[in-house]
């Protein structure tokens, strides 16, 4: 199993750009979720799917939309890039009533 | 709202040390709590949970306790080694559509010196 896969690793934006965050997984897990990372700071939830078709916002959604097509994937958009998105994205996916969470790689974004 | 926290930014200890990592959370109703480490350029791993229920677990070299009396967390390794090096984060979770949410504290970065 590959786990959970993240593309792109860089990104390079510049402001009102737009673009879509890869996340993937190979567990056939139910939950899957979406966090940022800023320094010196810990995770803070965006937007969160417990299956397919269904999402919810977590605690920092604004300036992110999200979609749920299938159970592999959760792609993270950003319609028009902010210099406060520039931060590190991390995509996590676990099991159903299970709380252990499994972590992408990450993908460092820079917004211009 | 809620927070979680921890009480040192930065932990030194020397290589074949006990080290412990402290955690302060505030929600008396979050029943279930993790432990995570991240290495420098990777995703957050999991280390070890607890649930409210319970006031100690151990793992291969950790073990975490929880006193809900004064809403501590903390996480304990033993014999220090320097892969250990990273930062820990703790988190406190809420269950949510039938899975747990968890909400992270800043991290503890845990240095290991040869």
């Known amino acids: 199993n590959a786990g959970v896969t993240q593309t792109p690793k860089f990104q390079v934006l510049k402001t009102g750009q737009s673009m879509t965050l890869q996340c993937a997984q190979d567990m056939n897990h139910e939950y899957m979720s979406w966090y940022r990372q800023d320094p010196g700071m810990g995770l803070r939830l965006i937007h969160y799917?417990?299956?397919?078709?269904?999402?919810d916002q977590g605690e920092v959604p604004n300036g992110y939309n999200v979609s749920r097509s299938t159970t592999e994937d959760f792609p993270l958009r950003l319609l028009s890039a902010a210099p406060s998105q520039t931060s590190v994205y991390f995509c996590?996916?676990?099991?159903?009533?299970?709380?252990?969470?499994?972590f992408g790689p990450g993908t460092r974004l820079l917004v211009l | 709202g809620e927070s979680v926290g921890l009480h040192l930014p930065t932990l030194s200890v020397q290589e074949g040390d006990n080290s412990i990592i402290n955690c302060a959370y505030s929600n008396s109703a979050s029943d279930y709590f993790i432990w995570y480490k991240q290495e420098s350029g990777k995703g957050p791993q999991f280390i070890i949970d607890i649930r409210s229920n319970m006031d100690k677990r151990q793992g291969q070299r950790v073990t975490v306790l929880l006193n809900k009396t004064v809403k501590h967390l903390s996480l304990q390794i033993a014999a220090t080694q320097p892969g250990d090096s990273a930062v820990y984060f703790c988190a406190e979770t809420r269950r949510g559509g039938g899975s747990y949410i968890p909400t992270f504290g800043r991290g503890t970065s845990l240095i290991v010196h040869p």
């Open positions: 799917s417990v299956g397919a078709g269904i999402t």
């Open positions: 996590a996916s676990s099991k159903l009533g299970l709380e252990t969470q499994y």
